[in-house]
């Protein structure tokens, strides 16, 4: 396995668990083709870092960078949402949580490609929902991007209509190594976090995952400029993207699924099917949240839930479908 990475100087940043100073190293990571990965598990990792250190690394777009103009086919994908990883954190055992603030995700070419497939997509039959009617064809669309203007530019196939839409990137996956030695393809959302394909995973925000095997083991990939709720016809604006995280851990405090944390918003992973088991789950860590670290009692908070509570529909293509529960800081009570 090729491993290119690069410890540079110190520099002082903050931790994002704990507010405080810290010198942390910046680690820069350029993974070629062959260090791509197609499955989130445990194997060796490209880099270790230490709590508190900044990765600056690159990810392929969920094709692998193969659709480049027209007249390219989805046959000469070589595999789903390629992964820069894993990242290994030092000191991170089973128990623990890792946290991940996003620092800057920069869109790493002039356009992005959306498709339609075969079997895939919210209205299209696939495996799961059989039908007797043929498939949608294989369709592919090119958004022009503007990193000035911070718009991409998608264009109607069937005429000469186009719209701009604001360039929200994001990454469509990041998770960790499954519990129980598992190794789960790099389409599949789950507790491991995965293809969740939810713009909250964008810069600004932080996101805290449950740490299965030793060192965590961080994925990164499948870099959207943006993408409507359900990624219902199954892609997003599919791109490449430079990015920059701090990566961080919460010593003996376990978590079951993926939170998302914002300035304004506490947000829980909810992954799986039916969409109501997904929503379920999602509430249900909200609640556990909720409970754990502020002055609210499980029921209190289940019934403030149900007042005030957002709800998004990150995807709904996957094997498993993406919820997110969320509560605006507004709400909370002190904290314990």
Known sequence: MRRTFLLTSLVLLALPSTGGMARAAVVRYEPKESDLKYVYGTMPPVATLQPGDVL?????????????KPGDSLSSVKGDNPLTGPFAVAGAEPGDTLVVKI?????????????????????????Y????????????????????????????????????????????????????SEARSSVTPGEWGGNMDANEARAGNTVYFPVNVPGGLLFLGDGHAGQGDGEVA????????RARVQVDLIKKQAIRWPRFETDRMLMTVGAYRPLDDALRIAFAELVAWLHADYTISELDAYELLSKVASIHL???????????????????????
């Open 103 to 127: 620092l800057d995700l920069q869109v790493d070419g002039p356009r992005g490609v959306g498709a339609l497939a075969p079997g895939f997509g919210a209205l299209n039959p696939t495996n």
């Open 314 to 336: 990150a995807e709904m293509v996957d094997p498993n479908y993406v919820v997110i529960a969320g509560i605006d800081r507004r709400y909370l009570p002190p904290k314990r």
């Open 129 to 180: 929902t059989p039908m007797l009617n043929p498939p949608l064809p294989e369709r592919i669309w090119f958004y022009d991007i503007d990193p000035v203007g911070k718009v991409s530019t998608f264009h109607a196939h069937d005429s000469a209509w186009s719209v701009k839409i604001p360039l929200t990137p994001f990454f469509g996956c990041i998770g960790v190594a499954p519990a129980g």
């Open 234 to 241: 199954g892609t997003g604006i599919e791109v490449p993207l």
């Open 56 to 68: 600056e690394t690159r990810t392929a777009d969920c094709f692998g960078g193969v659709i480049q």
